[in-house]
C-alpha cells in the first residue's frame, strides 16, 4: 500500500525540553490495525509506518505492545499504562495519546544504553524511553525492533510537541481516487525468521500478519453486533477468513445475521444485509458508509484487506505444470504458495478491540474472552 499523506499541516515533532527538532517533516495518517500486534516467534517484521507519516494512539486505544497473558486473575492483557478493563467491561484512564513514527524519521536522538530491554533480537522498549534528544538528554522516545514486533519509534507524549511547518497539507483523497491509486494486501507473504537446521535467515510462506490482525480487529466488530446470533459472510476468501471462527463462538440457534462486503466501486448493498464490511480511509481511518446512510452495522476493515476482499485477484497454484511458463521465468518469477493450515486470527489485536466496544460487558462476550486460550489451542486463533 503506497502512503497517502493526510490532511492538515504538514509537521516536525520538537523536544518539550529545548525545542530540539527530532523528526523529518511527518503527515498524519491512520493507526494500522496491527500496530501492537505479536506476530510469531523469532520472526522479523518490517517497518510500521512508511517514511514521512505519523499516527496517533488516543488515550483509550492505548496498549502496551507485548503477549498477553492468559493467566486467570492475571491483570488485563489489552490494557496500557493507566488503562484498564472495570467490571463492566468500560475502559477508564490517563494516558496522554502516543505518536508513532517509522525508525528513519527520527531527528537529533541517540539511544540509552541504561534502557535497553529487550535483545531477543533487539529493542522492545520494556524498559520505557531509549532514545533521548541528542541536544538536552530528555528521554522522548522507545524504537521498537525486537523479533516478532513490527519495528517502530513511539514518541514519548509528555516530552515532545508538535511544530507545524510550510502550508497544510493537500486534502484527504476522495474514495474514487483513493481506490483508484490503491493495491490490495495479499493474503499471504514470505515470513523470515531466525532460525531453521541452518545458521542464517530462511523463509516460509504463511498468511499474512496484516490479514491476521484486521480480522481481530473485524471479528470483535462482528461478535459485538451479533448479540450472540449466527452470522454469516460471503464465501471464498471472506468466510475463510471469519466463518471458522463464527461458527465456533456463536450459537447456531435462530435465523443467521447476514454480512456483506461493501464500499466504493461496489453495487449497492442488499437492503436485507445486518453487517456491512467497510474500508477505512488511510489516511483519516473513518469507516466508509454508503451514500443516504444505512441501518447495517459498519464492520472496518484496513483498505488493503477490504480491497483484496472486493476485488480478488487470482491465486494460481503452487506447483503449475511445466508447459505453463519456461523453467527460466519460474526461477525469476516464482508463485506464491499457499500456506499449509487454516487461518487464524490474531488474538490479542481481536481482544484488545473487543475490550473497547459497548457490548464487551455482555455475559457471552465475556465468557469467549475467558476462553480464548481454550480457542488458541484449537487453532482459532
Not at 459485538?224 to 468466510?239: C, Q
Not at 464500499?263 to 442488499?270: I, K, T
Not at 464490511?277 to 484487506?305: D, F, N, R, S
Request: with cysteine; glycine share 10%; aromatic share 8%.
Amino acid at each position: 500500500m503506497p502512503s497517502f499523506p493526510a490532511g492538515g499541516h504538514v509537521i516536525v515533532f520538537v523536544c518539550a525540553g529545548c525545542g530540539a527538532e527530532l523528526t523529518a517533516p511527518l503527515s498524519q495518517v491512520a493507526l494500522p490495525a496491527h500496530a501492537h500486534q505479536k506476530y510469531g516467534n523469532g520472526v522479523q517484521l518490517p517497518v510500521l509506518m512508511e517514511p514521512g507519516t505519523f499516527a496517533v494512539e488516543s488515550e483509550s486505544e492505548s496498549w502496551r505492545p507485548s503477549w498477553p497473558s492468559w493467566e486467570k486473575g492475571a491483570p488485563d492483557a489489552a490494557d496500557g499504562p493507566g488503562i484498564h478493563a472495570s467490571a463492566d467491561g468500560l475502559l477508564s484512564g490517563d494516558a496522554a495519546d502516543s505518536s508513532v513514527i517509522a525508525p528513519g524519521d527520527t531527528r537529533g536522538t541517540v539511544l540509552i544504553p541504561e534502557k535497553s530491554g529487550g535483545y531477543c533480537c533487539g529493542l522492545d522498549g520494556a524498559d520505557g524511553p531509549n532514545m533521548a534528544c541528542e541536544v538536552c538528554g530528555l528521554p522522548v522516545a522507545s524504537r521498537i525492533e525486537d523479533c516478532s514486533l513490527w519495528q517502530a519509534v513511539w514518541l514519548a507524549p509528555n516530552t515532545v510537541r508538535r511544530h507545524a511547518i510550510g502550508d497544510a497539507s493537500p486534502a484527504p483523497l476522495p474514495w474514487a481516487d483513493l481506490t483508484a491509486g490503491a493495491m490490495g494486501t495479499p493474503p499471504y507473504e514470505p515470513i523470515t525468521s531466525w532460525g531453521g537446521r541452518h545458521f542464517g535467515l530462511y523463509h516460509r510462506w504463511s498468511w499474512s500478519p496484516r490479514w491476521e490482525a484486521a480480522a481481530g480487529r473485524g471479528l470483535a466488530h462482528l461478535l459485538a453486533a451479533s448479540g450472540g446470533r449466527p452470522v454469516s459472510v460471503p464465501h471464498g476468501l471472506t468466510a475463510e477468513v471469519f466463518q471458522r471462527a463464527l461458527d465456533a463462538l456463536l450459537s447456531a440457534d435462530g435465523p443467521p445475521l447476514h454480512a456483506a462486503l461493501a464500499g466504493p466501486n461496489l453495487p449497492a448493498p442488499d437492503t436485507d444485509a445486518d453487517l456491512l464490511l467497510v474500508p477505512e480511509h488511510p489516511q483519516t481511518g473513518e469507516t466508509w458508509a454508503p451514500a443516504g446512510g444505512t441501518l447495517a452495522y459498519l464492520v472496518p476493515l484496513p483498505l488493503g484487506v477490504w480491497l483484496w476482499l472486493a476485488f480478488p485477484e487470482p491465486h494460481l497454484p503452487a506447483d503449475p505444470p511445466p508447459q505453463v511458463l519456461p523453467a527460466e521465468l519460474l526461477r525469476d518469477d516464482p508463485l506464491s504458495p499457499r500456506p499449509g493450515h487454516l487461518f487464524r486470527i490474531d488474538a490479542g489485536v481481536f481482544r484488545h478491540t473487543l475490550l473497547r466496544l459497548p457490548a464487551a460487558g455482555d455475559p457471552w462476550l465475556r465468557e469467549v474472552l475467558e476462553n480464548l486460550p481454550t480457542y488458541a489451542r484449537t487453532g482459532l486463533f
